[in-house]
T-cell receptor
């Protein structure tokens, strides 16, 4: 049963620490999205990649967030330094884009708490 | 700049059809209508999408008006497990996927 895998599922850290979240997209998918969800802002698009190339990262605070795809099986979202306002659930999603776009598959999310 | 407008909440009786409306009056000719739902704190789940024609799958039906300015997601026989936030999204074929506030559907026994 193919699924998007995110690690860690839960992370508690202190302000100023570096946080790295990882995502393993479904094998064969060529598009990966990173989202952040909070009660106040809902689901926000942070960045997305196609064929490992970043297409849009305008939703990310550039000074502290970075997103990469070192290879087709791994996407990373890094926060350095972390702040309490970064506390949220971070979702990764992957999909296969061939002409018209079909279904996005979401991971279970990484819940981040920054103290 | 929201592309879609949905009611913030709706109730539905268990076993009845749930009809969730979505307005997308500024939709462009190459933009699709997608529906996702999010149950509790899980990741969103794809339901259905369409361009012009009505669509049906094992989960739901999507009715798009002829002018494409609005659509309705129909869950034919709602169950308690359909309680979730439902998102209507408009996007071009190769574009990004941005979620609005959605409609919180509560299915009641």
């Amino acid at each position: 049963d193919a699924r998007v895998t995110q690690t860690p599922r839960h992370k508690v850290t202190e302000m100023g620490q570096e946080v790295t979240m990882r995502c393993q997209p479904i094998l064969g998918h060529n598009t990966v999205f990173w989202y952040r969800q909070t009660m106040m802002q809902g689901l926000e698009l942070l960045a997305y990649f196609r064929n490992r190339a970043p297409l849009d990262d305008s939703g990310m605070p550039k000074d502290r967030f970075s997103a990469e795809m070192p290879d087709a099986t791994l996407a990373t979202l890094k926060i350095q330094p972390s702040e309490p306002r970064d506390s949220a659930v971070y979702f990764c999603a992957s999909g296969l884009v061939q002409g018209a776009f079909g279904e996005l598959f979401f991971g279970e999310g990484s819940r981040l708490t920054v103290l | 700049d929201a592309k879609t407008t949905q009611p913030p909440s709706m109730d539905c009786a268990e076993g009845r059809a749930a009809n969730l409306p979505c307005n997308h009056s500024t939709i462009s000719g190459n933009e699709y209508v997608y529906w996702y739902r999010q149950i509790h704190s899980q990741g969103p789940q794809y339901i259905i999408h369409g361009l012009k024609n009505n669509e049906t799958n094992e989960m739901a039906s999507l009715i798009i008006t002829e002018d494409r300015k609005s659509s309705t997601l129909i869950l034919p026989h709602a169950t308690l497990r359909d309680t979730a936030v439902y998102y209507c999204i408009v996007r071009p074929a190769m574009g990004d996927m941005r979620f609005g506030a959605g409609t919180r559907l509560t299915v009641k026994p």
